[in-house]
């Protein structure tokens, strides 16, 4: 009777021991197979990283290049100006009548060169799209006013952008189809970019500025 429970006993350990052992090694491949998904999900993640970071230096790269390309305006029309950072018309007098926003109160030497400026305009921005195809520009013509103290200033100066943007459209200077934001503004005499010294009578500022800001849009996407 005895050695029956002793044999009993071992029987039951040694199932024991067997549920023991299997339970273990379930664990066991289910930590194996949650170490290697792990694995593999921060692998993958590694290499989206890795993809954003060389996606990110393309597309810083793109908006570099796109920040640049306004320096390859033609120079016949437009120098840039350090201290302002920009470009602008180059050997053209635009200055106005005192209160004038006739287009013809620019020497029609002037007025030709204001037609081929606007051309030289169209063919850098054409060059642009096939250098950079995700290029865009926002043209800003932008009236001016000198310090008269008249009560039309604002108004004056958007005319006289206006006009400038007809006097184009008039000659056959159209931006439709380019990569650009043609914007008409006028700043009356609250503009910094302005012909010094800035005192009432300097006719100078009876004009129109140019500005061609590089706009990066989406890049690369």
């Known amino acids: 009777m005895k050695e029956k429970k002793e044999s009993f006993f071992w029987t039951s350990y040694s199932d024991l021991m067997t549920s ?24 993958d993640a590694k290499k989206e990283a890795e993809k954003i970071a060389n996606a990110t230096q393309e597309q ?14 033609d ?19 635009v200055s106005f009548r005192a209160r004038s926003s006739n287009i013809y109160d620019i020497p029609i030497s002037d007025r030709e060169r204001l037609l081929e400026a606007g051309n030289a305009i169209i063919r850098f921005m054409r060059t642009a799209m096939d250098s950079i195809p995700e290029a865009r520009y926002l043209l800003i013509v932008e009236g001016q006013s000198s ?21 184009w459209k008039a000659g056959g200077v159209s931006f439709e189809g380019l990569p650009c934001e043609l914007i008409i503004s006028g700043s009356g005499c609250n ?18 500025v140019i500005h061609i800001i590089p706009k990066p849009g989406i890049i690369g996407k």
């Open 20 to 43: 023991l052992f299997f339970v273990m090694l379930v664990l066991f491949v289910l930590a194996l197979v949650l170490v290697h998904s792990k694995m593999v999900a921060l692998e």
């Open 60 to 73: 810083l790269a793109k908006i570099e290049e796109l920040n640049t390309s306004i320096e390859r305006i």
């Open 147 to 167: 310090r008269d103290n008249y009560s039309r200033n604002d108004e004056l100066s958007y005319e006289r952008a206006l006009a400038l943007v007809k006097f």
């Open 191 to 208: 503009s910094s970019f302005r012909i010094q010294p800035d005192i009432p009578g300097n006719s100078n500022n009876q004009r129109f």
């Open 75 to 93: 120079e016949n029309y437009f120098e840039y100006d350090s201290e302002y950072k920009r470009h602008t018309l180059k050997n053209i007098s």
